[in-house]
């Protein structure tokens, strides 16, 4: 059974840094990629930063472009999302996403499994 555990989400003021982490614990077989996605209060779920596994090549969305950062550590268990120069509009919920088979994690709908989230929160 696979398992994603967020974790790092907080508070802190505009400028500032936060790093999430996310463990993956289940199968990896066919892993193909995985996933940070966030969703503010009545807004829809988007896609903030994708880890394709086996090459370790990222993509990230436009709005954090620059700012955050993307990573796995080297037994490809634990992503890693680097947080910097936050703004009032990064707050939301994030979410860690995992895709298998030929997902990209590029939409909500190309996760094959998503973990319970952590509120990050930037003030002004």
């Known amino acids: 059974q696979v398992q994603l555990v967020e974790s790092g989400g907080g508070s802190v003021e505009d400028g500032g840094s936060l790093t999430l982490s996310c463990e993956h614990s289940?199968?990896?077989?066919?892993?193909?990629?995985m996933a940070w996605f966030r969703q503010a209060p009545g807004k829809e779920r988007e896609m903030v930063a994708i880890?394709?596994?086996?090459?370790?090549?990222?993509f990230y969305g436009d709005s954090v472009e620059g700012r955050f950062t993307i990573s796995q550590d080297n037994a490809k268990i634990r992503v890693d999302m680097e947080m910097n120069s936050l703004k009032p509009d990064d707050t939301a919920k994030y979410y860690c996403?995992?895709?298998?088979?030929?997902?990209?994690?590029?939409?909500?709908?190309?996760?094959?499994?998503w973990g319970l989230g952590t509120q990050v929160t930037v003030s002004a």
């Open positions: 289940g199968h990896t077989r066919g892993r193909n990629c």
């Open positions: 996403g995992v895709g298998y088979g030929h997902q990209w994690c590029n939409r909500v709908a190309t996760v094959t499994y």
């Open positions: 880890i394709h596994t086996a090459s370790g090549k990222t």
